[in-house]
DNA sequence: GTCTATACTTGGATAGAC
DNA sequence: GTCTATCCAAGTATAGAC
């Protein structure tokens, strides 16, 4: 809402008015470039979603461009933090795509990798928004890099394809696929081929392990 | 140009000055989405890259809308067209990704596939135009099912993964794959890829038909 | 830090001359 | 069919009051 009073500890504690009106206006950015668009996320629409003024939005990030990369900023780091922690739980490949299957949902559902899939096709029509973008993607590409050398490390898949090959083939099938399932507003599509892709892993787990079943390492 | 001169066969030849710039406004519209993006494509881009009025995209189309339809409609027909007659050429799994390869590299070049990847994304921020683009997606992703079905036809994939469901992930693997690229100028990650798809082929190939070499059929 | 008001620019769309 | 001129809405950004 981001008015006047509310006084905080006065000591300036966890987070003034002033943080607490940036956190609004990201979040609504956020919200704005998952259900408007890049081109539909103006300041007024921001502002009108924070519930604060459009004057805000240059008070406080200069530039609406720098607003949608602060907004950038903030899915990527809570999205990396959640991948990596999923990615820690699982054991094998077949615990990884069924927890890459659960997370692809979470995105779809709050539409984190709209806001990703926005601004990458969004960077085309401000100049210099590209380079920024791509920094902001690098860590996802390196993220997924790490999960392929762990999960694959003592499976014959390591010699096969390099994890850095595969990592880029898999964050671009992750974005074409909340593309697609965005605009038909249907997830199936993408679901079906995480299934599938969860019983391949657990014939190929079956084969390259032999017929013991599990602590083989 | 879209000036008044030049006059055509008289008997309203195979093109009159309307359909010329119509073309023209079509062919501007595809190069502003390529790039300025969508947000960027403006009635004024457009009628200043086809060299004519403004007034003109509102006299032929009604509504910029309906011009990046267009745009979109003759990009799909362009590229399916394609697509088919480089399938066609393709005699198994190795050279189907050969070809796929090389049509990647031409989509890239032409902007084909940023294109379409900025109307969805553009999708978004106009009410209605989502389902308008998804009709016109459709169309990609049965004609790789069609290709899908055809080369795995007689090969033991054909009964681990329906050519639907690895339909869908080759269209968004190949939409994320040209986004990507785009974003940071560099098309390395994706034509690795490639490369390693054809390698794998061609090891599939060679277990899947034996030690035969060809003629099998 | 936040709000109101406003200057300036760009874009969608239409009217009317040619 | 095309162009010029124009209206109106929406967007970025800034100034100044509170």
Redesign the interface.
Known sequence: MARSGAKRTAGQGPSTGSEETRRALVAATIEAL???????TSAREIARRAGCNQGLVFYHFGTVTNLLLAALDEVSSLRLTRYQAAVDEANDLGELVQTAQSVFEEDLDAGYI?VL??M??????TPGL?AE??SR?APWRIFAADAMRDTLADTPFAQ??PAE?LA??I???????E??A????DRG??L??FE?ARQ?AGLLGALSAGPATKEER
């Open positions: 998952r259900e408007e668009g890049f081109s539909g709209s899939a926005e990458i096709a969004g960077a085309s029509s590209g973008v791509a993607v096969l394809i090959e880029h083939g964050v671009a099938l992750y974005l074409g696929l593309m697609l965005h605009l038909d507003g599509g993408a079906a081929l599938r391949v």
